[in-house]
């Protein structure tokens, strides 16, 4: 069953934070995190592993709850180039990617 | 070195026609996977292979898609008698390993298939 994110769109100012949760109806033992900008292919952003550790990458964390089966994006002073659609995807043999976020950042 | 190729960028074919898309993983990566990304929707899981096991199908969405990986490199997804739901992008990507937690996947560019 698909992942399902929150919220599914947000507009953001340059310098501004926002949070990106992604929840599964599955057991959670990790949890992808990909970025998606305008025409191009998904890249990757991060893993995040059962135990609740916390991976970052520039201003961008990401948090793993085992146990609500969720994980949530933090991306704090937001930047241009974060503009773009966050996927989360349960890690296992096969990645099944959530709803998505849509994620804009206006000057 | 080189990330994921795919071919053709972009292919344009007449409902019931079929079509080959391909795939070059990135060298020494096991795991190849397909994904299907409808206009402004998110990425549907097709299909995937690991080394010499038999693929996961579970994805394929009917019995017109199929896909296969020679010597372990190089895919081709085929879609048989094409439809206009199939228009879509088509992403590949590839891994290392045996689909281990921590992989992370590479994404070709992708294929735009417009089925008219």
């Known amino acids: 069953q698909q992942p399902v994110q929150s919220p599914q769109a947000v507009i953001l100012r340059e310098g501004e934070d926002a949070v990106i949760n992604c929840s599964s109806s599955k057991a959670l033992y990790s949890v992808h995190w990909y970025r998606q900008k305008h025409g191009e292919a998904p890249v990757f952003l991060m893993i995040l592993l059962k135990g609740g550790e916390q991976k970052g990458h520039e201003k961008i964390s990401a948090s793993f709850n085992e146990k609500k089966q969720q994980s949530s994006l933090y991306l704090t002073a937001s930047q241009l180039s974060y503009s773009g659609t966050y996927f989360c995807a349960p890690g296992g043999n096969k990645l099944i990617f959530g709803t998505g976020t849509l994620l804009a950042v206006q000057p | 070195g080189a990330g994921v190729s795919q071919s053709p960028s972009n292919k344009v074919t007449e409902k019931g026609k079929d079509v080959e898309l391909r795939c070059d993983p990135i060298s020494g990566h096991t795991a190849l996977y397909w994904y299907r990304q409808s206009l402004g929707q998110g990425l549907e899981f097709l299909i995937y292979?690991?080394?010499?096991?038999?693929?996961?199908k579970s994805g394929l969405p009917s019995d017109r898609f199929s896909a296969e990986r020679t010597g372990g490199s190089v895919s081709t997804l085929t879609i048989q008698r094409t439809q206009q739901e199939d228009s879509a992008v088509y992403l590949c990507?590839?891994?290392?390993?045996?689909?281990?937690?921590?992989?992370?996947?590479?994404f070709g560019p992708g294929t735009r298939l417009t089925v008219l």
């Open positions: 292979f690991q080394g010499n096991s038999a693929p996961d």
């Open positions: 990507a590839s891994s290392w390993s045996r689909g281990e937690i921590r992989n992370e996947q590479f």
